[in-house]
């Protein structure tokens, strides 16, 4: 593709409004340095709440609305350095936070298969580049499902890796205990592709792990008979929408049929997923958020006072999604409360991990749906906190124990809407999630 | 269902520094109520015995050697900032005269 080519397509879906910043000039001299990689000449679109040098940074903020990047993400330098080509910032939720990208400064991505839907979130806009075919790839970031819960709305793969695998140097956090990076990709052999690029031990940034990276192309294919396989019984609970029941079951006997052991098993403390996860991750927000205060960077709402540039600064340039958390996140970390909301939230949250790695002991990885139902109406949840957070009960709990799990394209509902399948390993076990990715994708055929 | 009083909404406002509208007020009163409401299942589960989870790996810090390297030069620090000399960051006066 061509950088005249690339624009066309874009405005010929301007209306998706997946893109925040495409800059033509800063695109041309792009395309005029590739270097020499396995990604050599492919497009790479980029949530827009990951430094790229040269380009501006936004996090679908006022906040940080004009931000000039003084430097690349680790994972940006690997993809240029492997010949990808930085094609634009991508639409999200403001500062990742939502399900829909309906919260974003920028106005509302719109789903890739029906444009009366959401596009999902937080990685609405890569998850819609890829499904538009505007680029090759896309990154994104998933605290809570906003790799996965997207590419599922939009039929495409969204993974996100193990906590750790992946460096977060220049990553604008969000929550730090569950962040990662993750591709968006059409294919699961691209996923595979883009991970191995990426992945690895980075010493800026100190929650990067030093586990060896695997040539996870090269070991695409296993036979299905080698895996046994979990279905969680709490997976498939009140509020599932038919037809996405009906689309992983019938994977699951694809994969049976197939020759793998499948067996029911039990993740008995599913249903404290949410409330874990939107304590702790509010408590991180609303500490990690701090930061905007008006003086090293982004908005400045007043010169009043210290105190009134503090808080006129947070009050003007932050959207309503964002201090709603930082207002939940500060009460459960507040006086009083922290015992029984956060502390509590901790102590539960190991109890889900143990869970998970009970289940490991007998299983290679876990199948479950991606999302309760497809993509839902614009406007649907808005007015309404709980039932938004509600969508992301199958995802959160991959973020709260650190294990890497995939989102990938198994059918359509009546209305023609992407169904996604959502498979779990254990922690740096990526490569067993490729290889049954690709299986699946081969029922699909 | 415990209602998040209109004090406490401005109290968390004031720990939080921001300045809410009173129409904020009135919906993150009602708002924080129903999601305080939903997570305060999590008091039913029994966690006697049970640490706290603050690092999904049990890994122990990962420490650089102490030598110097490369950091961002004053001007790219500063180009962001609402206000600057060229050098400092330049806030309202704090200790008035």
């Known amino acids: 593709m061509s950088v005249s080519d690339f624009l066309s397509k874009v405005a010929l879906h301007k209306e998706y409004n997946a893109f925040i910043q495409i800059d033509e000039i800063d695109l041309n001299k792009r395309f005029e340095n590739i270097c020499d990689g396995p990604l050599k000449g492919e497009l790479v679109a980029v949530k827009d709440n990951i430094c790229v040098e040269g380009l501006n940074l936004t996090c679908a903020s006022k906040m940080l609305d004009g931000f000039k990047v003084p430097y690349s993400a680790t994972v940006i330098q690997k993809l240029e350095k492997a010949g990808a080509i930085i094609a634009g910032k991508t639409n999200l939720d403001e500062f990742a936070m939502g399900s829909s990208n309906e919260f974003s400064y920028f106005g509302p991505a719109f789903n890739s298969v029906d444009k009366s839907r959401v596009a999902g979130g937080s990685s609405g806009g890569s998850t819609v580049a890829v499904g538009c075919g505007l680029v090759d790839y896309a990154l994104g970031s998933d605290t809570g499902g906003s790799v996965r819960q997207p590419a599922s709305f939009n039929g495409v793969v969204g993974l996100k890796p193990s906590y750790g695998r992946v460096s977060r140097y220049g990553l604008v956090a969000f929550a730090s205990s569950f962040d990662q990076i993750g591709p968006i990709t059409k294919t699961v052999e691209q996923s595979a592709k883009i991970l191995g690029v990426i992945a690895g031990h980075d010493p800026l940034d100190a929650t990067s792990m030093d586990v060896p990276v695997p040539d996870y192309v090269a070991n695409l294919k296993r036979p299905a008979s080698e895996f046994t396989i979990g279905i969680p019984k709490e997976y498939f609970g009140e509020g599932i929408q038919p037809e996405v029941e009906e689309a992983v079951r019938k994977t699951i006997i694809n994969m049976e049929t197939a020759g793998a052991k499948i067996i029911e098993v039990s993740l008995p403390h599913t249903e404290y997923g949410i409330a874990v996860y939107y304590i702790i991750s509010s408590a991180e927000a609303s500490s990690n958020l701090a930061r905007y205060d008006g003086v090293r960077y982004g908005f400045r709402g007043s010169d009043e006072s210290m105190d009134e540039m503090f808080r006129q600064t947070r009050a003007k340039g932050f959207g309503s999604e964002v201090k709603r958390r930082i207002m939940l996140g500060t009460y459960v970390l507040s006086s009083g409360y922290y015992d029984s909301f956060y502390g509590q939230a901790q102590k539960v949250r190991r109890i889900i991990k143990e869970d998970y790695l009970n289940v490991f002991k007998k299983v290679d990885a876990i199948i479950t749906p991606t999302t309760p139902t497809t993509a839902f109406k614009s406007g649907e949840k808005l007015t309404d906190p709980m039932a938004m957070y509600l969508n992301d009960i199958y995802t959160v709990s991959a973020n709260l124990v650190g294990i890497p799990a995939m989102s990938l394209p198994v059918g359509n509902d009546k209305n023609g809407l992407p169904i996604g399948c959502q498979i779990m390993a254990p922690s740096f076990k990526e490569e067993t999630i490729f290889q049954l990715g690709t299986l699946i994708e081969g029922f699909q055929k | ?97």
């Open chain 2, 1 to 97: 269902m415990t209602k998040i009083s209109r004090e406490e909404v401005l109290h968390i406002a004031k720990l939080a520094r921001l300045d809410l509208s009173e129409q904020e007020v009135e919906t993150y009163s009602e708002q924080l109520s129903d999601i305080l409401g939903y997570v305060k299942q999590l008091q039913k589960v029994d966690t006697n015995g049970v640490q706290p989870l603050t690092h999904v790996y049990d890994q122990v810090n990962h420490l650089r050697s102490d030598t110097n390297r490369k950091s961002l030069n004053v001007k790219s620090a500063v180009q962001n900032a609402p206000d600057t000399d060229g050098t400092y960051f330049k806030v309202p006066q704090v200790i008035k005269d």
